[in-house]
C-alpha cells in the first residue's frame, strides 16, 4: 500500500513540475522540484543508504584513527571505539553522521540548478557528495581527537559543538563554489556581465543564464 502511495505522490509531482515548466514558473518549478526529490531521498532512499554511507564515513575516518591509533573504526558496524585517559568510549556513525541529510539536500538543489547543463550536473554531483563525505570524516576525526586527548567529558563540546562548525563551514564552502559563484558569474544585465569573454571596454558580453 505504501508503494502505491509513493508512486501516485511521485507522479503528481512531476505532473505539478510539468505544468510549471509549461507556465514558465521557473522559481516555483524550483523550488518544487528540490523540496520533492528531498523527500523521495528520505523517504524511500534513506532507509538503504545509511548503513552503507555510515560505514563508508567509518572506514575513511578510520585511516587518520590508524595512522595515528587515536581510536580504531569498525567499518562494518559504523562503529568507532575511542580510549582517553578518563577511559573508553564507543561512537556510533547513525542517519545524522553518516551525511545522508546533507548529501539529499545538495544533490536535490543541484538537479534542478539549471545554471549547470546535465553532463554538469551529473559531474558536479559526484564531485560534492566525494566532498561531503570527506568532509564529514574529517569531522569525525577532529571530534574523536579530542575525546582522546580531552577525554569522555567533551563529547558533547566535541560533537555538537566544534564537529558541527568544522562540517559546515566547509559545507558553505561547497555551495558558495557549486551554486553562488557559477550564478553570479553568469548573471547578465543588459550589456553587463560578469563573465565577459572581452575585457575591453564596450566588448564585454555575459553568458545568458540556461
Known amino acids: ?22 507556465a514558465g514558473l521557473r522559481f516555483w518549478r524550483y523550488l518544487l522540484g528540490a523540496c520533492g526529490l528531498f523527500l523521495i531521498f528520505m523517504i524511500l532512499i534513506r532507509p538503504w543508504a545509511v548503513l552503507p554511507l ?4 567509518a572506514a575513511v575516518a578510520g585511516i587518520f584513527g590508524k595512522v595515528t591509533e587515536y581510536y580504531q573504526a569498525y567499518f562494518r ?10 577511559g573508553s568510549i564507543t ?7 553518516s551525511g545522508i541529510i546533507e548529501i539529499a539536500a545538495f ?3 543541484l538537479t534542478f540548478y539549471q545554471v549547470y547543463n546535465v553532463p554538469e550536473r551529473i559531474y558536479v554531483g559526484i564531485i560534492g557528495t566525494l566532498y ?7 569531522r569525525i576525526s577532529v571530534i574523536c581527537t579530542m575525546i582522546h586527548f580531552l577525554g569522555t567529558d567533551y563529547y558533547y563540546i566535541a560533537h555538537t559543538v566544534v564537529g ?18 557559477p550564478h553570479v558569474l553568469k548573471m547578465k544585465t543588459g550589456d553587463f556581465g560578469y563573465n565577459k569573454k572581452d575585457d575591453r571596454p564596450g566588448l564585454g558580453k555575459g553568458v545568458e543564464e540556461s
Do not use: P
Open 164 to 181: 558541527r562548525i568544522i562540517f559546515y563551514v566547509l559545507q558553505v564552502i561547497l555551495y558558495f563554489f557549486v551554486f553562488t559563484k
Open 1 to 22: 500500500m505504501i508503494y502505491i502511495i509513493a508512486a501516485a505522490a511521485i507522479a503528481l509531482w512531476l505532473w505539478l513540475l510539468h505544468v510549471l515548466h509549461k
Open 77 to 86: 558496524y559504523g562503529v568507532i571505539f575511542i580510549d582517553s585517559f578518563q
Open 107 to 109: 544533490l536535490s538543489l
Open 132 to 138: 561531503t563525505l570527506l568532509s564529514n570524516a574529517l
Open 54 to 57: 555510515a560505514r563508508l564515513v
Open 91 to 97: 561512537v556510533n556513525i547513525d542517519m545524522e553522521c
